[in-house]
């Protein structure tokens, strides 16, 4: 009888590491994911600013100044919105 309940005992607190364990490997999957959302967000914020040097050109080219500010404030728009995402993703890792 007590081997069985010895048996029971170890049964019962390996299924517990078990489940320790997988939490802590679910934990650390998603903060890779985490981490690779905020590299892809940031490359394209990088890139988005980078574009922002674009409507000069557009401008120069000879393209509407109502349309290149309409651009502008769009883009403007898009980077807020990708640096709030970035923040939030970072704070929660």
């Known amino acids: 009888m007590y081997k069985f309940v010895l048996m029971i005992g170890l049964v019962v607190s390996m299924s517990m590491l078990s489940v320790d364990h997988t939490s802590v490997g679910i934990a650390q999957v998603q903060?890779?994911?985490?981490?690779?959302?905020?590299?892809?967000?940031?490359?394209?914020?990088?890139?988005s600013m980078a574009s922002m040097k674009d409507f000069d050109d557009l401008e120069a080219a000879g393209m509407d100044k109502a349309d290149v500010d309409k651009l502008r404030r769009a883009m403007k728009s898009k980077i807020k919105q990708m640096t709030t995402d970035a923040v939030d993703l970072i704070t929660a890792l």
């Open 31 to 47: 903060a890779a994911d985490n981490m690779a959302q905020v590299r892809l967000i940031l490359k394209k914020l990088r890139g």
